[in-house]
C-alpha cells in the first residue's frame, strides 16, 4: 500500500474518498471485522466488567487486511508489514486508546449512512494531540473498517529507541535464569478507576462483599509473556502454554490473588509473599512471589511476576528443625543420665514419706480403739507424698518426651526453681554452697518452660562438674533486668574457668573440653535462646571461675 489513502473513484479499490488530503502521510489501516460481527452487533451493554471483555473480543477479531509504512513504524513489528497482515488490531493498536477503536468501530458498523464515519480525540503517548477517524465505504463492503489516526510526531527518534529498549527489555527477560512472567492487568486498572469513582477506598471490605470480583480479575488479568526458566518451573512444554488467564497461578493460594489484588488496588509497588504453586504437571510447590507493579508514566500492561522455588530449602529447614529437636532430646537424655542420682533422691524422698506413714496408719488401726483422725492425717500425707512423686516423674517425663515447642508466658524465676529440684541433692552431697538471688517483680516471658529448663539445667551441671570434689565449691545464680528491657539469668562458680584459647569456640556444635563430653549441650542452649529472641554469652570471672549470662525479650506490655 502506498503512503497515501487512496483517492476517490480509484479504480482498483472502487472506494469513494474524500479525506485523502486530511490524512495524506498519517497512519493507516484495513480492516476486515467480519468475525467480531456478533460483538459488535451484542453492543458493551452490561457495565464496565462486561465493558472490558467486549472491547478484547472486537478488537481480537478485527483483522488486519493492510497497513501503510507510517502505521508500520509507528506500532509495526520488527519483521514489517507482511507479519502485521492477517493478525488482529488488538496486537499492535496503543492499549490507552482499546476503547476508542472498539467503540468507533461499532458505531460505525451499525450505523446505516452508505459512508459512516467517525471521529474521536484520544489519548495516546506516541503522538501530540491525535486524533482517530474510523470509517467504511459502500463499495468496500459492511465488515471493512477503514482507520487512520491524525496528529503530530512529538520525537521521530523516540519510537525506534522505544522498540530498541523494548527488545533488551524482552531479550533480559527471556535469558534471566530466575522464573519471569509479563501480565497485562490494565481491565483491572480500569475497574479500580471505576471503584475509586464510586467511592470505594476499603478494598478489603469490598471484596468481602463482591468475591466474584477475584475470580474475574484471574480470568481478565492476563499473562502475555514467559520466559523459559517460568516455562521449566511450571512443567510446561513451551512457554505459550502458560500465555492467557492469571488464574493458573493461584490455583493452590486462591488468597494470595485477593492479596495481590489488594495490593494493586492500593497502589502499592511491589507485594511479595511465600505460597504454594500447582504446576501444569501437577506437582505441588513452595514458591516466592513478588508482584511489581507498573505506575505512570510506565506501560501500564507491563506488571511483572518474579517467581522463586523454595521446595527444596524449605524441606531442608524442615528435615534441620527436625534434626536439631533430635539432637536436643538426645542431649537432655544424656543430661538426665548424669543426674540419675539426684533423681533417684528425689523420687526416694516421697516414697520413703509414703511407706512410713503408710507403717503408722496401720499401728494406728490396730489398736483395739483405731484413732481414726490420726489415720485421717496420715493418709493426707500419704496423698501429698505421692502427689510429690507424680511431679517429680512428670519433670523426668517432659524433660525426655518429644513434643513441639510449646511458647506461652512464663516466670523466669520459676523454671530456675524447677530446675534446681534436679540437682538439690547432687550440689548438698558435693557439698558445694548454693546461692539464689531472684529478682521480685521482673517482666515474663515467652517461652517453652522444658526447654529453659534444659539450658538452666546444663548450665548448673557445667558449674557442679568443673568444680568437681574441691572444698568449698559455690554456685551463684541471680535473675535480673538487663540495660535494655530484657530479662537475664546469671550463673557463676569458683572453678577452674574456661582456657583463654576455648572461649571463641565454646559453643560450637561438637566442640568439649570434658573427656567424655558430646560438645551438644552449650551448642544446643545457644540455639534454643536463639530460636527464643534470646542470646548466652560466656566469660571468666577476675576471681577465678566461669560466668554464663543468658537473656530473653520481656513479654510485650498488652496496652
Not at 318 to 332: G, N, P, V, Y
Not at 425 to 445: C, F, K, N
Request: aromatic share 6%; glycine share 6%.
Amino acid at each position: 500500500m502506498s503512503e497515501t489513502l487512496p483517492s476517490a473513484g480509484d479504480p482498483d479499490t472502487g472506494i469513494v474518498l474524500e479525506i485523502d488530503a486530511l490524512y495524506r502521510g498519517s497512519p493507516y489501516w484495513e480492516l476486515d471485522t467480519s468475525d467480531a460481527r456478533i460483538f459488535i452487533d451484542a453492543g458493551p451493554s452490561g457495565g464496565d466488567l462486561r465493558q472490558a471483555n467486549w472491547v478484547a473480543e472486537v478488537l481480537g477479531r478485527s483483522r488486519v487486511v493492510d497497513v501503510n509504512d507510517r502505521a508500520v513504524h509507528l506500532v509495526g513489528t520488527f519483521t514489517g508489514r507482511e507479519d502485521m497482515i492477517g493478525r488482529p488490531i488488538a496486537d499492535f493498536w496503543p492499549p490507552d486508546s482499546h476503547d476508542d477503536l472498539a467503540e468507533l468501530i461499532a458505531e460505525v458498523a451499525t450505523d446505516r449512512s452508505p459512508d459512516a464515519m467517525r471521529t474521536r480525540e484520544i489519548t495516546s503517548l506516541l503522538l501530540q494531540a491525535p486524533v482517530l477517524t474510523v470509517w467504511r465505504s459502500q463499495q468496500a463492503g459492511a465488515d471493512t473498517m477503514f482507520v487512520a489516526v491524525k496528529g503530530v510526531v512529538n520525537d521521530r527518534r523516540s519510537y525506534w529507541s522505544l522498540r530498541a529498549s523494548e527488545e533488551r527489555y524482552r531479550k533480559l527477560i527471556h535469558h534471566m535464569p530466575n522464573p519471569l512472567l509479563r501480565v497485562d492487568a490494565r481491565m483491572m486498572g480500569r475497574v479500580f478507576a471505576r471503584l475509586r469513582t464510586e467511592g470505594v477506598v476499603d478494598i478489603e471490605s469490598y471484596l468481602d462483599a463482591h468475591p466474584e470480583l477475584i475470580a474475574f480479575a484471574e480470568q481478565s488479568v492476563r499473562i502475555t509473556e514467559v520466559n523459559p526458566a517460568a516455562a521449566l518451573l511450571f512443567g510446561a512444554r513451551s512457554p505459550t502454554d502458560l500465555v492467557g488467564p492469571v488464574e493458573c497461578l493461584f490455583k493452590a493460594s486462591p488468597e494470595t490473588a485477593r492479596r495481590v489484588t489488594i495490593a494493586h488496588f492500593d497502589r502499592r509497588r511491589s507485594h511479595v509473599e511465600v505460597m504454594k504453586l500447582r504446576t501444569l504437571d501437577g506437582r505441588l510447590l513452595d514458591v516466592r512471589i513478588a508482584v511489581t507493579f507498573p505506575t505512570p508514566p510506565e506501560q501500564l500492561d507491563v506488571t511483572v511476576v518474579g517467581l522463586e522455588d523454595l521446595t527444596d530449602q524449605l524441606r531442608t529447614e524442615a528435615q534441620l528443625r527436625q534434626l536439631q529437636a533430635d539432637f536436643t532430646r538426645a542431649a537432655r537424655i544424656s543430661t538426665l543420665g548424669e543426674l540419675a542420682t539426684s533423681i533417684a533422691h528425689e523420687v526416694n524422698q516421697p516414697l520413703a514419706a509414703i511407706f512410713t506413714n503408710a507403717e503408722t496408719s496401720l499401728r494406728w488401726l490396730s489398736r483395739d480403739e483405731p484413732n481414726l483422725a490420726k489415720v485421717v492425717q496420715l493418709t493426707s500425707r500419704i496423698v501429698a507424698s505421692a502427689r510429690h512423686a507424680n511431679e517429680i516423674v512428670h519433670r523426668i517425663r517432659a524433660m525426655t518426651a518429644k513434643h513441639a515447642p510449646e511458647r506461652l508466658p512464663l516466670d523466669l524465676n520459676e523454671v530456675v526453681d524447677e530446675a534446681l529440684l534436679f540437682l538439690r541433692h547432687d550440689i548438698d552431697a558435693r557439698s558445694i554452697r548454693l546461692s539464689t538471688r531472684l529478682g521480685l517483680g521482673l517482666p515474663r516471658v515467652i517461652g517453652d518452660r522444658v526447654q529453659l529448663q534444659q539450658v538452666v539445667v546444663n548450665l548448673l551441671v557445667n558449674s557442679v562438674q568443673a568444680i568437681g570434689q574441691a572444698k568449698a565449691g559455690r554456685v551463684e545464680l541471680s535473675t535480673g533486668l538487663g540495660a535494655g528491657g530484657e530479662v537475664v539469668f546469671v550463673i557463676r562458680d569458683n572453678g577452674p574457668g574456661i582456657p583463654e584459647d576455648d572461649l571463641d569456640r565454646i559453643f560450637e556444635g561438637f566442640f568439649t573440653t570434658k573427656e567424655e563430653g558430646m560438645g551438644l549441650g552449650l551448642a544446643i542452649c545457644q540455639s534454643i535462646m536463639a530460636a527464643h529472641g534470646g542470646g548466652i554469652a560466656a566469660s571468666n570471672r577476675p576471681e577465678g571461675g566461669a560466668c554464663f549470662r543468658l537473656w530473653l525479650p520481656a513479654e510485650p506490655d498488652p496496652a
